[in-house]
């Protein structure tokens, strides 16, 4: 499940049916795909009123039957379970790529290309990686998660083969491969840890202003998420599915201006719901 801001004119207490109670609001559309390897994809948008724990879990409550999902880690998810009374019996997975962009931002690129590039790259970035440098091991764990998408994209659904089948080759192929670049990555961020991040009363936190701090304390305190989908087959390793849906929102966001209603979030949603799961049926 994926969200994204939809302004209209009611919610911020304006326009035609303006309202002063909802004025502080900031609606959300939300999205819920199937699974990456489901043979009959589908994707559900609906309107939210904002982007609260008690709006998504309103969202949520009749998925009576999920035992899984799939977030980019914003925290209103795991809000939204306790109150549906369901953190223990749904498992959250957080996104692989939401974590990995944290990498990317804290890396001077530049200077890491030009490392490289040189012919004694090798042995520098050797040295410092044994140094526990950052830059160059966030580097090598960009290159491993490389790796392990490479991995992922050899298994692939095969036409009639049975959903029981396709998990077992999956989950197989990620004990084998995927684990050890998992394992040496974990590696990675906890030497670094005792450089970048130390223990607070809720968990990790960063122990100075350095850029890599994020994306360590972020592994290390949602490690057990981020890796969940080592364990079940039927998770992907990020949420690229929905987010290539609820791309849809944002097209829409900035090309309708003065958006009026509630319903009209309402009638959008209803309309991105047939286009998306009648090609479904058509395909």
């Known amino acids: 499940m994926d969200e994204s ?13 303006a309202n002063s109670d909802s004025a502080s609001k900031s609606p959300y559309i939300g999205c819920i795909t199937s699974s990456h390897y489901a043979q009959e994809p589908f994707a559900i948008y609906m309107r939210l009123e904002s982007r609260s724990g008690q709006s998504i879990a309103k969202a949520l409550n009749e998925w009576t039957n999920v035992d899984a999902i799939s977030i980019d880690g914003y925290a209103g998810y795991n809000t939204a379970l306790k109150l549906l ?10 996104c692989l790529i ?16 030009e490392l490289i590039g040189t012919p004694e790259g090798e042995a520098e970035i050797r040295r410092r990686l044994n140094g526990g440098v950052a830059d160059v091991a966030f580097i090598s764990v960009i290159g491993a998660l490389g790796k392990i998408y490479a991995y992922e994209r050899s298994i692939v659904r095969m036409p ?16 084998a491969k995927v684990k050890p670049l998992i394992d040496d990555i974990d590696k990675l961020m906890n030497e670094l840890a005792g450089r970048y991040a130390k223990k607070g009363k809720t968990g990790w936190e960063a122990s100075g202003a350095s850029p ?17 989908f080592l364990e ?19 097209v829409g966001r900035r090309s309708s201006f003065f958006k009026q209603t509630n319903e009209y979030m ?4 209803n309309a991105w719901n047939a286009e998306r799961n009648g090609q479904t049926k058509r395909h």
Request: hydrophobic share 35%.
């Open 5 to 17: 801001p939809y302004s209209v004119l009611e919610a911020k207490g304006k326009g035609v049916k």
């Open 85 to 94: 009374g369901r953190e223990s019996r749904i498992k959250v997975h957080r």
């Open 266 to 269: 309402d009638t959008q949603c």
């Open 98 to 113: 939401h974590w990995r962009r944290t990498l990317y931002e804290a890396l001077n690129l530049k200077a890491c290309e």
């Open 160 to 175: 009639g083969e049975k959903e029981a089948s396709y998990l077992d080759r999956a989950l197989q192929m990620r004990k």
């Open 212 to 228: 890599f701090a994020k994306g360590i304390v972020h592994w290390l305190n949602h490690r057990e998420d981020i890796c969940r």
């Open 232 to 250: 079940d087959a039927r998770l992907s390793p990020d949420t690229n599915a929905v987010e290539r849906c609820i791309r849809a929102v944002a």
